[in-house]
């Protein structure tokens, strides 16, 4: 559920509805598909940030083009070297 209250999506749902409030009363034009397009991507980008966040902390890999990606390698980089300092050899995952 705190996935879901993120900013992007909360933004992309209140773009939607300003969208649709403002496209009630005029005719459909290549602005207006272009807005609707535009709105579009930016709710499967916000969709797609909390689908990717949601994999990275149950411990699944995530796509290399993802934003979280970098995180991810940065808390298994520092997983391997504590363990190394332990004496444990790393999972390859």
Same mark, same amino acid.
């Given at each position: ?5 993120? *900013?992007? $999506?909360?933004?992309? $749902?209140?773009?939607?509805? *300003? ?6 009363? *005029? ?13 579009? $991507? ?6 797609? @940030?909390?689908?990717?966040? /949601? ?15 970098? #995180?991810?390698?940065? !808390?298994? !980089?520092? !997983? @391997? #070297? #504590? ?5 444990? #050899?790393? $999972?390859? /995952?």
């Amino acid at each position: 559920m705190n996935y879901l209250s993120g *900013t992007g $999506i909360v933004g992309a $749902i209140m773009t939607g509805v *300003t969208l649709l409030r403002g496209s009630r009363d *005029t005719k459909l034009t290549w602005r207006s598909a272009l807005a609707w397009v535009s709105w579009g $991507i930016t709710l499967a980008l916000s969709i797609g @940030a909390v689908v990717d966040t /949601r994999r990275a902390k149950q411990g699944r890999s995530v796509s290399p083009d993802s934003p979280v990606y970098a #995180k991810q390698q940065k !808390e298994r !980089e520092k !997983e @391997a #070297k #504590k363990q190394r300092s332990q004496g444990v #050899k790393p $999972i390859k /995952r």
